[in-house]
């Protein structure tokens, strides 16, 4: 629900449009994440992340506009994701970018599956090396990067669907473009407001 309302109400003269594609695979991706179905999520999780991104870098080609979008939002998706900031690792020459990248968009979009060097696990641990062996929190981590993007402002799913961000509660709808909120709320639980700059 947007705002609390229907999208199909129309008792005031008005209809809510659909949720966009990037808003119908982003909620498809957490409810398959929350299923722990990882890889079903994943396949959800990648149109909406190319998506936005082609709205980011309109000019530049799959591969290079995908890396750029998910290093510009690694902070907040790896804050999400394990409760801290970690950014630029770089392990046998692959960053985390190139990882998501090689190991999971690109077979996805070609073989139909993720390879198995890009892992989800539910015990929450982080192993990085030959395989990429990430805590399922990921998941939720890319997805809150490409909904707080700017471009993706006027997005809303018709879902009650919520999540939590350093103990603060939000429902989905409020965190689509909120990228400027959602960094100060992890600069205050850093305690350090000039986190960001």
Known sequence: MLDGLDPSNTKLGLKMPNPSSISRRIRSCIENANARDYEAAMVNFFPALDKTAKRRRPKDGVGNRIRRF????????????????????????????????????????????????????????????????????????LCVGVMVAPENAQEFIDAPLGLSIFGRNFKINELWGAELLVKKVIADAFRNPRLFE
């Open 70 to 141: 998910i290093a510009d939002q690694e902070a907040i998706i790896t804050a999400v994701a394990t409760g801290n900031i970690m950014q630029n690792i770089s392990i046998n020459e692959v960053s985390f970018p190139e990882a998501i990248y090689k190991f999971g968009r690109t077979p996805i979009a070609h073989e139909g599956e993720l390879d198995p060097r890009l892992t989800f696990n539910d015990a929450q641990s982080l192993q990085l090396g030959d395989i990429w062996n990430l805590p399922s929190s990921y998941i939720i981590g």
